[in-house]
């Protein structure tokens, strides 16, 4: 067993994590708002995915990470719980849990705010990334470093993948001093890359066949979320996998929308956004730039559009950008040549043609070969302007 | 001056107007909502086009089409406003407002739902179309139908053109039996037609050359909000012109964007807004037959692409025409097919290259010359199944 306040830190810190998740984003935290009753958070909804222990042990531990917990009566009340419901089964649950070890593999500014999260979840972080200049940094904040990847993932029970590609995704685990040899059986991988489908089912299956658990589990939200644990993941796996990668996902998401049991699911819903998003980021430049050309008020532009049909999340999210002239990255053009080529691949091997993503992965690939890879994805309205002639606004103006 | 009873009657439906403007569009209509005092009403947003009269006569003029009017002490209240303000030109202008005449030419879905709407604020109100049906069937519905064009026009204070394009708006001005021979001097004629910003300024000052106001008014929001007088107008033009089309624009609209004082300025925002809502459509289409054909659970799709960053207001609006299988049209292909083309025009005539917007337009094409041109604009996405073999949901599924 951990000790108690290793738990109750656990508790009040998950409790205070739900606040963060659920509060407007620009608001301050709120860390003394009401809290519920702990019978309230135990919601139907989030049992459905632990299926191998009594109905009553389920309800309890799925409201364990939910729980509005600040203090020592609390944390007896869930043990009064544990003990009335007679499941031995889930006082290790409850152990597991809390005590989760986790390895983060991937600390770009995604992975290193998702470590983040996770610590102050109290789960016993471990990081590594490829670069030694991440992993200093990682350190320097606080943060536990290991010299590779297999020894970030050796004994760890959730494996937080947050490289950038299936390829990448595969190296990891397959290639030389993969995790695959090193993570131990019943331990789940969780894989937030944005991939082909195909390739997420492939890895799903080759783990499994280790009994190493696999969640298809994309992520989508941005740097300022992951660092808030407020992501939105699109996960898809085993039922056993939802449960074992529980902890993490609670830390890191805000929303974690349940799409299937199978890996795969998770990938295509994540394509699907994608689609949506980088054509929408292109569309935006494309009006915004147009607008200049035009010699509009862009102000009023921004104004009257995102009050009409023509609007979007992603011109909602981006124009301003444009509007100051501020291209540093919140979301770089190279993520949209990746997450668009990708579409592009999936679907023409499925013989699906899609015009428009097609048009604005070019659009993506001029920014990029223009030199503006790494800089903010808003910039492809710059593209258009060099095409055109249109005036943007810059930073000084 | 006209009678009292038809000013009240003229004033109670501005309220109720301004009611169904500002209730969520799902909601019953809210006739007995509790009203503000007049003086609350009196903004100064609403009064910055009224510049040939005193301020007080401004705010008091301004205030009126939105007074939350029910009875006849209110009405009295406006009398004793028009009394204080001592300003004589205020009470001409009111009886103007309450007696406006206004001919509609175009009498579609749009024109006819716009008709009805002011027909409601009491003003008097006849149509005309060049189909004999809609004529008949305007006349069905109550209207005052006229033999021509030129015969609505003659006499009215303002003509709200409601045909398609700019070539028929010009035809309809300046072809044989045109109304600028016919309107009067002072009149304002406001054209709703989406066309290119430069035919809006051609076809304004020809007709201020013969002293008559012109409003480049273009309107969206669909015919059911038309029916309801809340659709939003981009409409730029001279104060007098605002001035002078007030009554009409408060009674067919929700929402008037003021963007200018020259026409141009109105078409070349719903350009913007076209181009920027046909990609939509299309990008919409093409993500989510894409999502049948990798066997996705579609509403689900739905649910989460409308809580993330891929969403647009045309994703929400659109698909669920395609998860019913549902294409009795809304807003027809054609409608795409024309405002796409003239955004391309324009495009190329000002050496602007818009690619996002030529590829979609190649979507609204092909369901065009599939045979779709007047279906529900959703009908892309069949377009995009049949060229892939994905499977779509059907009516009777």
Aim: proline content about 4%; charged content about 20%; glycine content about 10%.
């Amino acid at each position: 067993m951990i000790p108690q306040h290793a738990r109750h830190g656990a508790l009040a810190d998950a409790g205070r994590l739900r606040d963060v998740q659920q509060r407007d984003r620009r608001a301050p935290l709120l860390h003394d708002r009401p809290r519920a009753p702990l019978s309230a958070s135990i919601s139907p909804a989030r049992t459905e995915n632990a299926t191998n222990i009594g109905s009553a042990a389920k309800s309890v531990l799925a409201a364990l990470p939910t729980s509005p917990m600040t203090n020592g009566s609390a944390a007896i009340a869930i043990l009064e719980l544990i003990l009335s419901s007679g499941v031995s089964e889930l006082a290790s649950s409850v152990a597991h849990r809390s005590a989760s070890r986790v390895a983060i593999i991937g600390l770009g500014s995604m992975g290193m705010g998702i470590a983040n999260a996770l610590h102050r979840a109290d789960l016993d972080v471990v990081g590594f990334d490829v670069s030694a200049e991440a992993r200093a940094r990682f350190v320097e904040q606080g943060g536990r470093g290991a010299a590779s990847a297999a020894d970030a993932a050796e004994g760890a029970d959730i494996v937080v993948s947050v490289v950038v590609s299936g390829a990448q995704t595969e190296a990891m685990l397959f290639g030389a001093g993969g995790l695959a040899d090193v993570m131990k059986a019943g331990a789940v991988f969780v894989s937030s890359a944005t991939m082909d489908p195909a390739v997420a089912r492939g890895l799903a299956a080759r783990l499994e066949a280790r009994s190493v658990h696999y969640l298809d589990a994309p992520i989508s939200g941005g740097a300022a979320r992951a660092a808030a644990g407020a992501l939105t993941v699109m996960a898809s796996g085993s039922p056993e996998a939802f449960m074992r990668a529980r902890p993490a996902l609670d830390a890191m998401a805000a929303k974690v929308h349940e799409l299937g049991d199978a890996a795969g699911l998770g990938a295509s819903f994540k394509m699907i956004n994608q689609l949506l998003a980088g054509i929408h980021i292109a569309a935006a430049s494309e009006a915004i730039a147009l607008a200049a050309k035009l010699g509009l008020d862009l102000d009023k532009v921004y104004e009257v559009i995102t009050a009409s049909a023509g609007n979007s999340w992603m011109f909602e999210n981006r124009i301003p950008h444009v509007l100051s002239g501020d291209y540093a990255p919140h979301s770089a053009v190279e993520i949209f040549v990746k997450d668009l080529g990708i579409v592009q691949d999936m679907a023409r091997g499925t013989r699906y043609p899609a015009p428009l993503g097609a048009a604005a992965l070019q659009m993506y690939l001029a920014a990029s070969g223009l030199g503006m890879g790494r800089e903010d994805d808003a910039s492809l309205a710059r593209v258009y302007a060099l095409l055109s002639g249109a005036v943007l606004p810059t930073k000084e103006s």
